[in-house]
């Protein structure tokens, strides 16, 4: 049953990877004039409004379920994905597209794995670490830039800085899914909070997300990328580690690249194909699903559930000669 819910937990987040990957390939097809800082906000502001209405007419008081002990976990998140947000597109504009989803993607597991080995005490096991390693490296190789690259060393460090922000926001995700709140409430909040951070950007740029263009994109963007891939994402933390959802996470730049190459007419050279099985079989590893604990055996398949342990007097049993 624990590794059923494990692998129910990796579909989760690989499908909430694929619905991401969309994102760079539909800015590219609809070619909008808002420009992608503005883009990037009124995706997650759409999304958060889009999911907070869904929460309101299925699950009346859900909101009140965000008690003060959720606040902190919650505002790390939102600070987190509107920071992710401005910190990615801006390492995009200064460095490239390929340079910054490779540094980003390829911070985001390892940040994610120290994130929540500092802050949930999480033990990292060896097949974490072997995946991981083979799905970052995997991850360089597809987003390997041919030509003559221009490296930005701001760019480089604002993709450093939103792969960081990756680790925080699935840490403090994990940690709400802790507790007893409505996710989807959490998860409404947190784009709405985070999107507010980039309403400058956004509202500046009304007239040019009022084209059908940028209309159409927003409403991919913002209901499909936004709030159902965020829904799906939490929802696999519910069954899998933080540091196991960071490194399945790298699914999205593969996933991106396929879609480049079927629908935008790019080529998949030696080192992207190369890399593209080394990142399939990283995730393959970090997918398996580890076996159960005694701790959780003995808890009836529950890791956080308290294992009884015996304090009263012993029975020793004689062997028979």
Same mark, same amino acid.
């Given at each position: 049953m624990e590794q059923r819910n494990e692998l129910s937990g990796v579909g989760l987040v690989l499908a909430a990877g694929v619905l991401w990957a969309t994102v760079g390939p539909a800015q590219v097809l609809a070619d909008s004039a808002a420009g992608p800082v503005a883009l990037g906000g009124a995706r997650i502001l759409t999304g958060g409004v889009v999911l907070a209405l869904a929460v309101l007419v299925t699950r009346r008081g859900?909101?009140?379920t965000l008690t003060r002990s959720a606040w902190p976990p919650l505002l790390a998140a939102s600070c987190a994905t509107g920071i992710f947000q401005a910190?990615?597109?801006s390492s995009v504009a200064r460095t490239g597209a390929a340079v910054a989803t490779a540094v980003a993607f390829g911070v985001a597991p390892v940040s994610t794995g120290v994130v929540e080995r500092i802050a949930l005490g999480t033990r990292l096991s060896r097949?974490?670490?072997v995946g991981t390693c083979a799905a970052v490296a995997g991850c360089a190789l597809v987003m390997t830039p041919e030509g003559p690259v221009h490296v930005d060393p701001y760019g480089v460090l604002l993709g450093v800085v939103s792969g960081g922000c990756y680790g925080v926001y699935t840490v403090a995700a994990k940690r709400l899914t802790g507790s007893r709140v409505d996710m989807p409430a959490a998860v409404a909040? *947190?784009?709405l909070i985070g999107g507010s951070f980039l309403a400058p950007w956004t509202l500046s740029r009304l007239p040019a997300l009022g084209t059908a263009r940028s209309l159409l994109v927003v409403g991919w963007l913002g209901p499909v990328t936004a709030a159902l891939a965020y829904s799906l994402f939490v929802a696999g933390l519910r069954?899998? *580690?933080?540091a196991t959802a960071g490194t399945l996470s790298l699914a999205e730049p593969l996933v991106a690249t396929a879609l480049a190459v079927l629908f935008?007419?790019?080529?998949?050279?030696?080192?992207?194909a190369a890399g593209s099985v080394l990142l399939l079989g990283g995730l393959a590893v970090v997918s398996v699903p580890g076996r159960p604990s005694r701790r959780s055996a003995r808890a009836g398949g529950d890791a956080d559930a308290p294992v009884r342990v015996r304090t009263g007097p012993r029975r020793v049993r004689r062997r028979s000669a």
């Open positions: 859900a909101f009140r910190a990615f597109m097949g974490w670490a909040v *947190t784009l069954r899998v *580690t933080a935008l007419g790019e080529r998949m050279s030696v080192p992207v």
